[in-house]
């Protein structure tokens, strides 16, 4: 018995008349980020950020390779215990620079995603007025779809909201 019922309930959820009521959109949502301005922005204030590490960590190389330098040219001369010394400082060097290379990693992950977080949003708002709009069950992303047939294409309309959405938060 509760065999039958569970078939009845799959044949009615995937009969055509529902299949039929479904209405799919598609999107390509790299074509709506390419052409964000405030995305354009984003990608340059992340890029600065990345630049501003990439000094301090060429400054911590620079200064790394001047105290190895030094430790090669007096290695001969300096005792035992300055060598000892002086080999704690390189390392403690070496530790710090790769420390501030994983931080500053882990700092471009968090800005990033602080940077995108209300981009991600708008588009996600923009998708949802215009699926609304079209009365759209599903809105799938071109971007990573293997294969698509069909659908309606809202790509420019979401553009377009996303755009207006876009201005008003500036």
């Known amino acids: 018995m509760k065999k039958t019922i569970n078939l009845l309930l799959l044949l009615v959820m995937f009969s055509p008349s ?7 959109g598609h999107v390509n949502s790299q074509k709506l980020l390419d052409t964000l301005p405030s ?3 984003a990608m340059l204030e992340l890029k600065k950020f990345e630049n501003e590490g990439v000094a301090e960590l060429t400054e911590l190389k620079a200064d790394l390779e001047k105290a190895y330098k030094r430790y090669e040219q007096n290695e001969k001369s300096w005792s035992p215990v300055i060598l000892e010394i002086e080999q704690k400082k390189i390392m403690e060097k ?6 501030r290379q994983a931080s500053l990693q882990k700092e471009m992950q968090v800005y990033g995603q602080e940077l995108n977080a209300p981009i991600l949003e708008r588009i996600q708002k923009s998708v949802q007025m215009v699926a609304e709009r079209k009365k759209l069950s599903y809105v799938i992303d071109e971007s ?3 294969y698509f047939k069909g659908g309606t294409d809202i790509t420019k309309e979401v553009l377009a909201e996303l755009l207006r959405l876009d201005a008003a938060e500036k």
């Open 94 to 99: 070496e530790q710090r620079m790769q420390s």
């Open 39 to 41: 995305r354009k922005q």
């Open 18 to 24: 529902v299949f039929g009521q479904m209405k799919i």
């Open 144 to 146: 990573v779809t293997l």
